[in-house]
């Protein structure tokens, strides 16, 4: 199951995520996202767990708890929804 965790302080690491959630089960992967030019956090990443049951119990034990200092955000993460492509490359000038 992919998890949403949302809420993080930017201090925390990929390495704080997985030990959270490792109490609760066997953690696949753990990711915060980044600005992709300045590589600062975002405040929210995502943890994938193998095992359903073990997934829920560690969404119900971890939603609202603090986590460095922020009470973290967590639920199951929803699909990625398809996104129209971009426009002609903006600008709106003429031709």
């Known amino acids: 199951m992919n998890i949403y965790v949302g809420n993080l302080a930017y201090s925390t690491t990929e390495d704080d995520l997985r030990d959270a959630f490792a109490?609760?089960?066997?953690?696949?992967?753990a990711?915060?996202?980044?600005?992709?030019?300045?590589g600062q956090s975002k405040g929210?990443?995502?943890?994938?767990?193998?095992d359903n049951s073990e997934a829920d119990a560690a969404i119900k034990a971890l939603n609202?708890?603090?986590?460095?200092?922020?009470?973290?955000k967590v639920n199951e993460a929803k699909p990625r929804e398809s996104r129209p492509p971009r426009g002609n490359g903006g600008g709106g000038g003429r031709w």
């Open 64 to 72: 609202g708890q603090a986590l460095n200092g922020r009470n973290i």
């Open 23 to 29: 109490q609760y089960g066997a953690v696949r992967s």
């Open 44 to 50: 929210f990443g995502f943890v994938e767990m193998n």
């Open 31 to 38: 990711n915060v996202i980044t600005d992709k030019f300045s």
